[in-house]
C-alpha cells in the first residue's frame, strides 16, 4: 500500500466554497448583531449541542446496543474534552502520540491490550484487508506529513480521514479516532464538528469508502472517482453542521 498523493483528491470547489460563504453568514450573525454578547453566547452553546449530537451519532453508529453506546459516548466525552483543552491552548494536532492518545480515549478496551501503539495483527475492513502491521508507522509518518503539508482545513481532514480508515492502524477504534482528528481540524480553524447522521448515511459512507479503497488497487497513489464522491459527501456534512449552527442563533 502506497499513502494517497494528496494533489490527486478531487472535490466540488462549489461545495468548497459554500462552507466559507455559509461561515461568513455566522460570523456576520455575531459581528452585526444589536446585542453581541447574547448571539454569541448563543453560538457556543449551538457549537456545544452540535458536540453532543456528534458524540450521540458517533456511539449510536457504532455500538451494538445501549449499553454500548452510553459507555462509546463517555469515551468521546473525554476525547472531545482533550480536544478543546489543546485548542483552547491553540496546539494543533500534530501526529503520533495525539492519535495514539485519543485511540485510548475512543476505545480504552482495544488501547489497554496495545497501549505502545499500533496493532500487531492483521484486521479486515468490509472486504478491504488493511496493510501489515510492519508498514503501519511508515505508512502513518507518510499519512501525518501530507496531512500537515494541506492548507485547507475541510480538505485536510477529509485527506486524513480518508487515509486513515484505509490504513486502520488500530484492531478496533478507527472510524471513532479518524472522526476525532477530522474534527479537530476543523474546530481549530473554528469550522463546527461534523457527524454521520441516520444509518442510511453510515450504509452510504462504509460504501463509498469501500470503493474507494478498491480503486486504489489498480492505481495506488491517486485518488479515484469514488474517494472524490467521499470528499463531497464531507463537504455536504460541514455544510450540514454550519446550516444548524445558523439556524440555532
Known sequence: MKVMDPKTLKYDDKLLKANRELMMEVYRNIFFA???????????????????????KNAQHEAINQKEADRYCKNLGKAYDYILDKIKNKEQFEGHSDIITLHGFVDPESFS???????????????????????????MDNLIYNTNKIKLPQIKGIYFHHEFV??????????????????????????PPVFIDTPEDKLNYIDVLERSFKGFFDNPFDA?????????????????????LLNDI
Open 34 to 56: 444589536k446585542k453581541k454578547v447574547n448571539v454569541f453566547k448563543k453560538l457556543i452553546k449551538s457549537f456545544q449541542s452540535l458536540e453532543k449530537i456528534t458524540k450521540l
Open 113 to 139: 491490550r496495545n497501549p505502545s501503539g499500533y496493532r500487531k495483527k492483521d484486521v479486515k475492513f468490509g472486504d478491504f484487508m488493511p496493510p501489515d502491521p510492519g508498514v503501519l508507522y511508515s505508512l
Open 166 to 191: 484505509r490504513i486502520h492502524p488500530f484492531v478496533d477504534g478507527n472510524g471513532r479516532t479518524a472522526r476525532m482528528v477530522k474534527n479537530w481540524i476543523l474546530m481549530y480553524e473554528l469550522y
Open 224 to 244: 479515484n472517482s469514488a474517494t472524490e464522491e467521499f470528499a463531497n459527501q464531507e463537504l455536504m456534512r460541514i455544510n450540514q453542521s454550519i446550516k444548524y
